[in-house]
């Protein structure tokens, strides 16, 4: 069972991700420090660059984008130890290591879907065992929580 804490701090990454430009993916992050609101992330164009994500080919997108975690980090402005991520996505091995960086020590995300371990397993694998060689604790929200305590 999980908290409404943790429901409220999911929800809060989604909404956050929602303010993405990008027309195909929208991911938010929050960092929280107890029950206290760090800072927030969502992935887009770096501040001053040509918002063109839905003109943009795909590997001109990747190379433009910040994603929602390193967002999240450096708008924090703060020491991020034993901090806590909630994020809309499980972190990408370049994202794990900036998270891993800052000293946060856990990372919340949604159970992850087939279709989404179909396209990303290969890097989930790596970013997790990154985590686990680090310290940094894995929490799984379960979808069907999310879900009934969102309605």
Known sequence: MISKWAVRFFQMAELVGSWSKDPSTQVGAVITKGN???SVGFNGYPHGVSDSADTDDREMKLLKTLHAEENAILF?????ADCDIWVTHFPCPNCAAKIIQTGISTVHCPEQTEDFLSRWGDKIQVS????EQAGVSV???PLNELDRKAN
């Open 76 to 80: 924090a402005k703060r020491d991020l």
């Open 36 to 38: 206290r609101i760090v």
């Open 139 to 141: 929490n799984w929200l």
């Open 128 to 131: 997790q065992e990154m985590f």
